[in-house]
C-alpha cells in the first residue's frame, strides 16, 4: 500500500474502493485494525498533539477525508487518487456487510449514534448492529464501555467523539476489546447520516467547499475553518 507523508502522517494513497476492500479484509485476518479519517485539521492538531500524531502514524489505514490532502500531496509531487470522506466510507462499508459482521455505534451527539444505524439499517437491512452507546471518551467511563462492546460481540467500532478524542480512545482500548476486529474514528459522521446535519450538495463535495456549507450551518466553527482552509496550505507550503 502506497503512502504520502504530509507534515509528519502518513496518508494511504486508496481510492473508495480499495480503502473498502482493506476494510473488509481486516475483518477475516484475526488481527485488530484501527483506520482513521484524516484532514487538513487533523493533521494541524496533530503538529501540536505528540500523541495523536504517534496514534495516526501506525493506524493500519489513514483514509484522506479532504481536498487539501490531495492538493498537499501534489504538492509533493505525489498523488492521492482521490477523497474518500469518512461519511461515505462509513456508508459504503455498511452497505457491504453480512449479518455475522456487527457494528456498534459508540459516541454521537444526544442519540445520533442510535438514528445513524437506524438509517443505515434502511439501506441494508441485513446490517446488525450490535449496539448504540454515548459515553464519553472520559477514562472514567472506560470499564463500562468496554463491558458494553464486549458482551455486544461486536466485529466493527465506530467511535464518534472527535479527534483527537476518538483516536486516541480507539488506541489506548482496542485490545481490551475482544471481538473488534475493525474500530473506526468517524468524528461527524453520525450527525450526517441521521440527518441531524445536512451534507453540502454534491457540486459543492466535488469543489472542495463542503468546508463553507458546513461553516453557514455551524458558524461556531470559524475558528476550525480558519484552521483547515488558511493555516493548513500555509504549514504545508512552508514545510520541507
Given at each position: 500500500m502506497k503512502r504520502v507523508e504530509i507534515l509528519g502522517v502518513p496518508i494511504d494513497a486508496v481510492t473508495m474502493h480499495e480503502a473498502l476492500k482493506y476494510a473488509l479484509a481486516f475483518l477475516d485476518?484475526?488481527?485488530k485494525h484501527h483506520i482513521a479519517t484524516p484532514n487538513n485539521e487533523m493533521l494541524l492538531v496533530a503538529q501540536k498533539n505528540s500523541a495523536f500524531k504517534a496514534v495516526l502514524q501506525t493506524s493500519a489505514l489513514n483514509i484522506?477525508?479532504?481536498?487539501g490532502l490531495l492538493w498537499a500531496a501534489k504538492r509533493k509531487g505525489q498523488v492521492l487518487p482521490e477523497r474518500v470522506t469518512g461519511v461515505d466510507f462509513t456508508e459504503k462499508l455498511c452497505r457491504r456487510l453480512s449479518k455475522d459482521q456487527s457494528v456498534f455505534f459508540l459516541g454521537g451527539y444526544k442519540g445520533a449514534g442510535k438514528k445513524a444505524a437506524e438509517a443505515l439499517?434502511?439501506?441494508n437491512p441485513n446490517l446488525t448492529v450490535a449496539g448504540t452507546y454515548e459515553g464519553s471518551p472520559s477514562s472514567s467511563d472506560a470499564p463500562e464501555i468496554i463491558t458494553r462492546i464486549n458482551d455486544s460481540e461486536t466485529k466493527i467500532l465506530l467511535?464518534?467523539?472527535g479527534a483527537p478524542a476518538q483516536e486516541l480512545w480507539i488506541n489506548q482500548y482496542l485490545m481490551n476489546?475482544?471481538?473488534?476486529?475493525?474500530a473506526i474514528g468517524v468524528g461527524g459522521t453520525f450527525d450526517f447520516l441521521s440527518g441531524r446535519i445536512k451534507r453540502a450538495?454534491?457540486?459543492m463535495q466535488r469543489c472542495g467547499l463542503e468546508w463553507l456549507w458546513r461553516l453557514f450551518q455551524q458558524p461556531t466553527r470559524i475558528g476550525r475553518m480558519w484552521n483547515?482552509?488558511?493555516v493548513f496550505p500555509l504549514q504545508v507550503l512552508l514545510s520541507k
Open positions: 485476518d484475526g488481527e484522506p477525508d479532504s481536498t439499517q434502511k439501506i467511535v464518534a467523539y476489546l475482544v471481538s473488534v476486529r475493525v450538495p454534491k457540486c483547515a482552509v488558511v
